[in-house]
Every structure is written in C-alpha cells, then in structure tokens.
C-alpha cells in the first residue's frame, strides 16, 4: 500500500483509534466504520486521487472489506492503464 492511500483512506476510518496507527493489508475498514456511504465517497476519492475508474465488478463487499483487499483492486486497475 502506498502513502498516497493511507492517507486518503484515513479520514474515511471514523472509528480508528490509536491501535490502528499503522494501516495494514488486514485493517478491516467496516469494523473502523467504513459504510455503504463512505465507500461511495471513498470510491469518488479514490478514482480522483489515482486517475482511475474502478470496474462495477469490483464494487462489493468484498472489494472494501479491508485495506488490502481494497488496494489490491486500485493496484490491478492501476496496472490495466498504464498505456502499452
């Protein structure tokens, strides 16, 4: 995970606390309050930030269960536009 993530994903964690300092692959983002709404403007954020547009497919509960499984999506759309 980059910097540029972690800290675009930290405003969205309403229930962080201090045992959360670090972000990890394993941050569960729905335990740290990451709901349906903040997804949506986590996702806004996300493709702003990074200059992408995440496939539909890839928007469920399971793409934003956690920190890693989330910049894993961002790593493989990265990586789909990077221009041949």
Do not use: C, Y
Not at 20 to 48: C, Y
Not at 67 to 83: M, N, T
Request: glycine fraction near 4%.
């Amino acid at each position: 995970m980059d910097p540029r993530f972690t800290a675009l994903l930290r405003p969205f964690l309403k229930h962080s606390g201090p045992e959360e300092a670090a972000l990890t692959p394993d941050t569960d983002l729905r335990r740290l309050g990451v709901d349906s709404m903040q997804a949506i403007e986590l996702l806004f954020a996300i493709e702003d930030t990074f200059g992408i547009s995440l496939p539909d497919e890839e928007l469920n509960d399971t793409t934003f269960a956690t920190a890693g499984s989330l910049w894993r999506v961002i790593v493989d759309q990265l990586a789909d536009e990077v221009p041949a």
